[in-house]
T-cell receptor
Framework: SAVISQKPSRDICQRGTSLTIQCQVDSQVTMMFWYRQQPGQSLTLIATANQGSEATYESGFVIDKFPISRPNLTFSTLTVSNMSPEDSSIYLC???????????FGPGTRLTVT | DAKTTQPPSMDCAEGRAANLPCNHSTISGNEYVYWYRQIHSQGPQYIIHGLKNNETNEMASLIITEDRKSSTLILPHATLRDTAVYYCIVREDQSLGGKLIFGQGTELSVKP
């Protein structure tokens, strides 16, 4: 398994500002993912972030709005840029590891945009 | 798009077995069935996965039909702490870069 921590755990931000969310893993992993969970909804995949390459974004998500960094095998950041109230969500970091490529999730960052 | 269909909610009595169904009638030969759960205000937790054989671990059992078009997750002795949203997901083999795409899941309520 993998132990994943995220910072901050929650934040309240004003519209038009940006927030960078950090994800730290206790072991080296190749594949990391960022998900969004809007209130009362299921998880939506934002992007896949592999070390040493550009992040791959899912339909409906763009790099200008959600830039991602992946400087090494244990760390990644997701920035939510020029925020609006519609960006209020829980943002979750996830990694794929293990003998059967199980995927593990961090505790999430609860973002409220006012 | 999610490739699975699950009932939106289920109840189960504490101590009884919880049987959560999932329909994945369009599953292809290289896709695995994964189950995750999300307890309120936490990140999803991996439970179990399988390709075509039944699987069991310390958390649950996974029963996959012979035609692989449906499966059932079994929690043998449900406790109040098993109250969560359970997600059934089909995913391509890792070597094909399969992504974990979540549907709406089943909200399981375990009642005393």
């Amino acid at each position: 398994s993998a132990v994943i921590s995220q910072k901050p755990s929650r934040d309240i931000c004003q519209r038009g500002t940006s927030l960078t969310i950090q994800c730290q893993v206790d072991s080296q992993v190749t594949m990391m993912f960022w998900y969004r969970q809007q209130p009362g909804q299921s998880l939506t995949l934002i992007a896949t972030a592999n070390q040493g390459s550009e992040a791959t974004y899912e339909s409906g998500f763009v790099i200008d709005k959600f830039p991602i960094s992946r400087p090494n095998l244990t760390f990644s950041t997701l920035t939510v840029s020029n925020m609006s109230p519609e960006d209020s969500s829980i943002y979750l970091c996830s990694v794929r590891t293990g003998a059967h490529y199980e995927q593990y999730f961090g505790p999430g960052t609860r973002l409220t945009v006012t | 798009d999610a490739k699975t269909t699950q009932p939106p909610s289920m109840d189960c009595a504490e101590g009884r077995a919880a049987n959560l169904p999932c329909n994945h009638s369009t599953i292809s030969g290289n896709e695995y069935v994964y189950w995750y759960r999300q307890i309120h205000s936490q990140g999803p937790q991996y439970i179990i996965h399988g390709l075509k054989n039944n699987e069991t671990n310390e958390m649950a059992s996974l029963i996959i039909t012979e035609d692989r078009k449906s499966s059932t997750l079994i929690l043998p002795h449900a406790t109040l702490r098993d109250t969560a949203v359970y997600y059934c997901i089909v995913r391509e083999d890792q070597s094909l870069g399969g992504k974990l795409i979540f549907g709406q899941g089943t909200e399981l309520s375990v009642k005393p």
